[in-house]
């Protein structure tokens, strides 16, 4: 079936370091979004990226929708960055049935 | 303030009985969905709807109904027929081919 994969699962890194995070997909997507959830359990977006490059702040964003990837940076980590990031994906022409997440990969920024 | 409000935050069942989670939205969004998510999992589709009076099936329905009967409002009842209800939920909303935008949650629990 239709499949997101997210590595690495567990990342652990110090305060001022940076971070590539990866999202394959197994199909061409008609929407992709990362989100980052806080320990409160509350999903925040973080892009809206079906192909190209976005920026926003110490966090950019790369899809590479021909090679069904997508790349997440984080720049200059700071303990707030600590989390979980998921990648999700719909594959639907329709643009409104749904997203297939990823497991996630699991952050700590240590002080 | 716009968004999305899902109540209760935290829910208790006992066993045999249905409960209702609410979801309500003020962004004019036609589309909106609902995700469960277990510990340390990605979140996965229970139910979308596109339009008011029209609602489908995710990849783990079973177990669960909605109802859509105003844009705003999206309801979730978690049945006696779900074995296994504890989870997180999460209700979510977008227009067409935009990104989804995410409740708080609501914790469901078995007493």
């Known amino acids: 079936g239709i499949q997101v994969e997210q590595s690495p699962p567990d990342l652990i890194l110090q305060e001022g370091a940076n971070s590539t995070l990866r999202c394959n997909f197994s199909?061409?997507?008609?929407?992709l979004q990362w989100f980052h959830q806080n320990p409160w359990g509350q999903l925040i977006n973080l892009f809206y990226?079906?192909?190209g490059t976005k920026q926003n702040g110490r966090l950019s964003a790369t899809t590479v929708a021909t090679e069904r990837y997508s790349l997440l940076y984080i720049s200059s980590s700071q303990t707030t960055d600590s989390g979980v990031y998921f990648c999700?994906?719909?594959?639907?022409?329709?643009?409104?049935?749904?997203?297939?997440f990823g497991k996630g990969t699991h952050l700590i920024i240590q002080p | 303030d716009g968004g999305i409000t899902q109540s209760p935050k935290y829910l208790f069942r006992k066993e045999g009985q249905n409960v209702t989670l609410s979801c309500e939205q003020n962004?004019?969004?036609?589309?909106m969905y609902w995700y469960r998510q277990d510990p340390g999992q990605g979140l996965r589709l229970i139910y979308y709807?596109?339009?008011?009076?029209?609602?489908q099936k995710g990849d783990i329905a079973e177990g669960y109904s909605v109802s859509r009967e105003k844009k705003e409002s999206f309801p979730l009842t978690v049945t006696s027929a779900q074995k296994n209800p504890t989870a997180f939920y999460l209700c979510?909303?977008?227009?067409?081919?935009?990104?989804?935008?995410f409740g708080d949650g609501t914790r469901l629990s078995i007493l």
């Open positions: 999700a994906a719909d594959y639907s022409g329709g643009g409104a049935d749904g997203l297939t």
């Open positions: 709807s596109q339009i008011v009076n029209d609602f």
């Open positions: 990226i079906p192909s």
């Open positions: 962004l004019n969004h036609d589309a």
């Open positions: 199909d061409s997507v008609n929407n």
């Open positions: 979510a909303s977008s227009f067409r081919n935009q990104p989804q935008h």
